[in-house]
């Protein structure tokens, strides 16, 4: 997930935009719904359709002729992709919130970072049989060490932190709508997933 020169898989996602949605403005930048694979991005996306205009990452890429699909979903170029939004905001059609692990890398004026425990992001990944096996392992140690909210901070964006281990997806959605609707000062730092013995176990354990 670090090396941004080289093309990257996302999984296309219908279009979440339903008829009585806002409208988004084709000037301003929109805002990353980011986190690691099996956080929960495109189910809280799903429930902030109606009042918001939510893209998909890989569907962006389609839509600019950056990406291509693929066996495991669409390969996204991430380089042309960014040029491209950076020449064109509007490019890609309008959107309020652009969702996906790679959404912070592209020109966004800010990004919702969802959190989930590491041990309990890979039994979510387990039960929904996503990736190989070692991919599910690398997503696992993407999130305990802050793969994701590190990345975000490297593009000096607006960072809001959202845990969403235990939580229905309702709530998070609620949580990322009240944000978004009202704004309010970054919030990141509050997850500290090394803090937890049993997240350094499975880690130097190496199980996955």
């Given at each position: 997930m670090t090396a941004r020169s080289a093309p990257r898989?996302?999984?296309?996602?219908?279009?979440?935009r339903l008829a009585r949605g806002r409208r988004a403005s084709r000037r301003?930048?929109?805002?990353?719904?980011?986190?690691t694979p099996g956080v929960g991005k495109s189910a809280v996306a799903g429930v902030l359709a109606p009042r918001w205009t939510v893209v998909e990452v890989a569907d962006l890429a389609l839509r600019t002729g950056t990406g291509r699909r693929t066996r495991r979903g669409v390969l996204v170029d991430l380089d042309r992709l960014?040029?491209?939004?950076?020449?064109?905001?509007?490019?890609?059609?309008?959107?309020d919130v652009v969702v996906g692990h790679l959404a912070?890398?592209?020109?966004?004026?800010?990004?919702?970072?969802?959190?989930?425990?590491?041990?309990?992001?890979?039994?979510?990944?387990?039960?929904?049989?996503?990736?190989?096996?070692?991919?599910?392992a690398e997503n696992v140690v993407s999130e305990a060490l802050d793969l994701v909210l590190v990345e975000a901070l490297?593009?000096?964006?607006?960072?809001?932190?959202?845990?969403?281990?235990?939580r229905h997806v309702a709530e998070v959605a609620?949580?990322?709508d009240r944000h978004l609707r009202r704004g309010g000062p970054p919030r990141h730092g509050r997850v500290?997933?090394?803090a937890d013995p049993a997240v350094t176990a499975h880690l130097l354990d190496g199980t996955g």
């Amino acid at each position: 997930m670090t090396a941004r020169s080289a093309p990257r898989t996302a999984r296309p996602r219908p279009s979440h935009r339903l008829a009585r949605g806002r409208r988004a403005s084709r000037r301003a930048r929109p805002v990353a719904l980011t986190g690691t694979p099996g956080v929960g991005k495109s189910a809280v996306a799903g429930v902030l359709a109606p009042r918001w205009t939510v893209v998909e990452v890989a569907d962006l890429a389609l839509r600019t002729g950056t990406g291509r699909r693929t066996r495991r979903g669409v390969l996204v170029d991430l380089d042309r992709l960014r040029a491209a939004l950076r020449r064109d905001p509007a490019a890609g059609g309008p959107a309020d919130v652009v969702v996906g692990h790679l959404a912070h890398l592209l020109p966004v004026r800010e990004a919702i970072v969802l959190r989930c425990h590491p041990l309990a992001l890979g039994r979510r990944l387990a039960r929904a049989r996503r990736g190989t096996r070692r991919d599910r392992a690398e997503n696992v140690v993407s999130e305990a060490l802050d793969l994701v909210l590190v990345e975000a901070l490297g593009e000096r964006l607006p960072v809001f932190e959202v845990d969403t281990t235990g939580r229905h997806v309702a709530e998070v959605a609620l949580e990322v709508d009240r944000h978004l609707r009202r704004g309010g000062p970054p919030r990141h730092g509050r997850v500290r997933w090394l803090a937890d013995p049993a997240v350094t176990a499975h880690l130097l354990d190496g199980t996955g």
